[in-house]
Structure formats: C-alpha cells, structure tokens
Antibody, heavy 118, light 106 residues
Framework: QVQLVESGGGVVQPGGSLRLSCAAS????????MHWVRQAPGKGLEWVAF????????YYADSVKGRFTISRDNSKNTLYLQMNSLRAEDTAVYYC???????????WGQGTLVIVSS | DIQMTQSPSSLSASVGDRVTITCRAS??????LNWYQHKPGKAPKLLIY???SFQSGVPSRFSGSGSGTDFTLTISSLQPEDFATYYC????????FGPGTKVDVK
C-alpha cells in the first residue's frame, strides 16, 4: 500500500532554513509527480509546490517562490522541500502528496509541523 | 491566478441528512476539480476527482457534479464518520484549494 512519511519539521527562527523529507513506498516513485501542501494553524489547505516525475519541471505557489525549493531523489524514493528565509507565516503542518495524472492528489502523508518563531 | 470559493463556510447537520457543498472557480476550469475530506490530525483524503469520478474505496453516498465554474459535492445520507472539513481543488492551472467547508454536528 502507498505510504508517505514526512520528517524534518521543528522550530526555527525567522530567517532560518529547514529541509523537509518525504519517504515514499508502495508505488513506483520515479513515475509520479509529487506535491507539498501546507495547513497553517486554524487555516485551510494551501498548495505549496509540485515536481514532475523526473524532477525536471517544478512549480511553486507565489507565497514561497524564490524561498522554497522542491527536489527529489528517485534512487532513494524521497521527496524534499528546502525552505529558506522562513517567516512566521510559514508556520504550518506540511504534507507531501502523490500526484495522479497531473490533476489530483490521491495519497497524502500524515504531515510534519514547522514552527517559525523567535 | 484561479481563485476558488466554497459555500457555506460551515454547516451543522444530523446523521442521515443530505448535505450539499458548493464550489465556484473564478474562471472556467472545465472538469479539473477535485474534492477532499480532512479530519483534524489526519491525512487529507481524496473523495472525487475530475468533478464527478469516485476515488477507489469512497462510499457511494458521496457524489460530485458540475463543470465550468460551478461544482457541487453531495453527501446523500450523512454518517457519523463524515463530520469533517471538505475542500475543493482546481488543477486547470497549477493547483488551488478552496477555503473549506466544515461539517459539524447539529
């Protein structure tokens, strides 16, 4: 069965950096696009970034463009999100999700919490 | 950018009720519209994709309809496990979620 397990969350100061990881199993990771989605406390879901199966094409929400970088290592079945210049408004639970056909997010992880605070 | 709105933002209902949630896109998105269920502390779950197609394993009481700018998610007979927040999401141009509709106990 498909499993997605996020890690790397924690508390970081404003302006700091953090790298999230998402370990995937139960499907052929190298043939599917992957997403990061976040949920700030008391808020709704916000799409963050998408990477195609081969890692060549990447897309970002305007709110994180230039600060966050999505990447993947298909040899390790792992998705990453490098987050730089973090702000208080980046505080959220971050989910990784598997893409289906460039359209919907059909499997999600349980999320990892990132808190940006001094 | 495509903006998504949902109505209502919240609703109170009882087990057995028919529940309808509406989602509207700021421009036509054909049928590039998906619905998700999210419970606190859990992973979001895909219910409906391409406006009206059922994700495997989703109970048949959930259904979706619409095209263009207006879409609907219907729960034909609300069950105890259905109390949650529901989100629509467009994939016509990148990806955008609606603000969510919280369904709670009346």
């Amino acid at each position: 069965q498909v499993q997605l397990v996020e890690s790397g969350g924690g508390v970081v100061q404003p302006g700091g950096s953090l790298r999230l990881s998402c370990a995937a199993s139960g499907f052929t990771f190298s043939t599917y696009g992957m997403h990061w989605v976040r949920q700030a406390p008391g808020k709704g879901l916000e799409w963050v970034a998408f990477i195609q199966y081969d890692g060549i094409n990447k897309y970002y929400a305007d709110s994180v463009k230039g600060r966050f970088t999505i990447s993947r290592d298909n040899s390790k079945n792992t998705l990453y999100l490098q987050m730089n210049s973090l702000r208080a408004e980046d505080t959220a639970v971050y989910y990784c999700a598997k893409d289906q056909g460039g359209s919907c997010l059909d499997y999600w992880g349980q999320g990892t919490l990132v808190i940006v605070s001094s | 950018d495509i903006q998504m709105t949902q109505s209502p933002s919240s609703l109170s209902a009882s087990v057995g009720d028919r529940v309808t949630i509406t989602c509207r896109a700021s421009q036509s998105i054909s049928t590039f519209l998906n619905w998700y269920q999210h419970k606190p502390g859990k992973a979001p779950k895909l219910l409906i994709y391409a406006a009206s197609s059922f994700q495997s394993g989703v109970p048949s009481r959930f259904s979706g309809s619409g095209s263009g700018t207006d879409f609907t998610l219907t729960i034909s007979s609300l069950q105890p496990e259905d109390f949650a927040t529901y989100y629509c999401q467009q994939s016509y141009s990148l990806f955008t979620f609606g603000p969510g509709t919280k369904v709670d106990v009346k």
